[in-house]
C-alpha cells in the first residue's frame, strides 16, 4: 500500500496554510476613503497615499527615496534608464532568477548578459561576473533569491573597480540588511515587487529605492509620462505611465504597517526549521551569508540531494510535499532554458557587436541548471506564520517524502 500522499496515502497536515495577504477592514477602511475624499488614479505623481508609502518603506529599508509604480518589472527598466543605460549596454544578470530580471534589460534597450551563480548560495557569481565585463558593460543586476543575499561586499567592490551601476533586484527581500544596510539601498537603485504572492503587496505595485536626488527625479519623470520634475530646468525626458493608482497605494501603507511582525515571524519559523531539519537525510540548508544581519524573505529555498530521493529531482519532490499539505513549489528554470533568450528563436534584436554574447553555445549554466532542475525547492512563505506546528509539519513532511522516496519513480515528473 502507498504511504505518500501523492500516491494516495494520507498527508502530514490537512490544515490549510495561513491565506495570504493578510487583511482586514483597515485594509477596506483604507480604499474607501480614498475613494469616497481622495485622488484615485496616481496623477499627478506623487498622489499622497504614494508618498506617505514610499517614505515610509525607504526609511524602513534605510534609503532617502522611494518611487512608487506599477510593477517590480518596471522598475528595473526605469532605474536602468535612469541611470542613462540604453541601446549598445550590457547588463549583467544571474543565470537563476524571474525572467523579469532580464527582462528589465531588454525593455530598457541593453543586452542582458546572463552568469552563473555560486554554488554554496545560488546567487550571482561575483567571479563569473568580473569574467563578464566588457567595455559595453553598463551595470550589473544582482537578485537576493529565497532567503540569500548576493554578496555585495565584493558585487559592489568590482562595481567601483569598474565604474559599473549595482541595480539589486529585491524582489524577494523586503526588510532583509546586508552588514545592517537595508536590502536596495547598497546599489545606485533596489528594487521591490508587489506583486500578489510577494512579502508586501498591494495585488500589484513596485518600489525603486535610492539614495541619489538626481536619480530619484529621473526616475518620477520617467513613470509620469517624461513630466519635468525639476521646476527650475523643466526638463523632459522619455518616459511612459507608470504610475500606480492611490488605491492600490493606500493598500500599501495599511500592508506595511504589519509588515515587521510578520517579517520577524517568519524569521522565528525559518530558524526553528533550520533547527530541525538539521540532519534530515538527503537535505542540505545553504549557509546564510554572514553579513545578512536581518532576515526578510519570500521563499525558503532547501537542497535536496536527488540520489537520497531514489533519483527524483526537485520537482516530483515539490509535487510530493505539496500532496502531503506542505505548501511548497520549484520556481525559476535556469535561463538557458528560457526560449526567450535564444536569438535564434526568439524575436530579440541582436545587433552584430552582441551576437556572440548571445551565442546559444554560451548558454551553459551547471551551477543554476543543477539547482533549477534537479535541487532546489521552495517553501512558501505561509509555512513559516503557522506556528511552530507548520513548520514540524513541513520537517515531518520532507522525512517521509524521503523515506519512501521509492514509490516517486511512478509518479517522476
Ligand atoms: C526575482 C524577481 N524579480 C522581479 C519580479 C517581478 O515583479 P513583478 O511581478 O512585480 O513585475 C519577480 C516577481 O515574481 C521576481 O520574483
Given at each position: ?12 497536515r490537512?490544515e490549510p496554510y495561513p491565506a495570504w495577504p493578510q487583511v482586514d477592514?483597515r485594509d ?29 518603506f525607504?526609511?524602513y529599508q ?82 537576493h533569491?529565497g532567503q540569500q ?21 529585491c524582489?524577494h527581500a523586503h526588510g532583509q540588511r546586508?552588514?545592517?544596510?537595508g536590502a ?8 521591490f515587487?508587489h506583486?500578489s504572492s510577494k512579502t508586501l503587496t ?50 500599501l501603507?495599511t500592508q506595511l504597517d504589519r509588515f515587521e511582525a510578520q517579517r520577524a515571524e517568519r524569521e522565528t519559523g525559518a530558524r526553528l526549521f533550520e533547527q530541525l531539519a ?7 540548508i545553504?549557509?546564510i551569508?554572514?553579513?545578512i544581519t536581518r532576515w526578510g524573505f519570500y521563499r525558503y529555498l532547501f ?23 506542505i505548501a511548497a ?49 521552495y517553501l512558501n512563505e505561509s509555512v513559516f506564520r503557522a506556528g511552530r506546528q507548520g513548520v514540524e509539519d513541513a520537517v ?18
Open positions: 500500500m502507498s504511504v505518500l500522499a501523492i500516491n494516495g496515502g494520507t498527508r502530514v490537512s477592514q477596506a477602511d483604507a480604499v474607501a476613503d480614498v475613494v469616497l475624499n481622495g485622488q484615485i488614479g496616481g496623477w499627478p505623481e506623487p498622489g499622497p497615499r504614494n508618498a506617505e508609502f514610499a517614505a515610509r525607504a526609511s534605510g534609503a532617502s527615496h522611494g518611487i512608487v509604480m506599477v510593477n517590480g518589472t518596471v522598475t528595473m527598466e526605469v532605474a536602468l534608464k535612469a541611470l542613462g543605460i540604453g541601446w549598445g549596454d550590457e547588463v549583467i544578470v544571474p543565470a537563476l532568477t524571474f525572467a523579469a530580471t532580464a527582462y528589465a534589460a531588454i525593455a530598457a534597450g541593453a543586452l542582458p548578459v546572463i552568469v552563473d551563480v555560486e554554488s554554496e548560495r545560488w546567487t550571482i557569481d561575483p567571479d563569473a561576473v568580473e569574467a563578464a565585463i566588457t567595455p559595453r558593460t553598463r551595470a550589473i543586476m544582482p537578485v533569491l543575499m548576493a554578496d555585495m561586499d565584493r558585487l559592489a567592490a568590482i562595481a567601483d573597480r569598474h565604474g559599473l551601476a549595482l541595480v539589486e533586484d524582489a546586508w552588514g545592517g544596510r536596495g539601498c547598497i546599489g545606485a537603485f533596489g528594487s515587487s506583486q498591494a495585488g500589484e505595485g513596485g518600489t525603486l529605492l535610492t539614495g541619489d536626488d538626481d536619480l530619484a527625479r529621473r526616475a518620477h519623470s520617467i513613470i509620469d509620462c517624461g513630466r519635468p520634475k525639476d521646476a527650475a530646468e523643466q526638463q523632459f525626458t522619455f518616459g511612459a505611465n507608470y504610475r500606480l493608482g492611490e488605491l492600490a497605494c493606500a493598500l501603507c538539521d540532519g534530515l537525510t538527503g537535505v542540505s545553504n549557509p551569508h554572514p553579513q537542497r535536496i540531494d536527488p540520489d537520497a530521493f531514489a533519483g527524483a529531482t526537485c520537482k516530483t519532490v515539490a509535487d510530493a510535499l505539496e500532496a502531503e499539505g513549489e520549484v520556481q525559476y528554470p535556469p535561463m538557458s532554458r528560457y526560449d526567450l533568450f535564444q536569438p535564434q528563436l526568439s524575436r530579440l534584436p541582436v545587433c552584430v557587436v552582441h551576437a556572440n554574447r548571445l551565442d546559444p553555445g554560451r548558454m551553459s549554466f551547471p551551477v543554476a541548471e543543477s539547482a533549477g532542475e534537479r535541487e532546489a525547492v515531518t513532511a520532507i522525512a517521509k517524502v524521503q523515506q519512501h522516496a521509492h514509490e516517486l519513480t511512478a509518479v517522476r515528473t
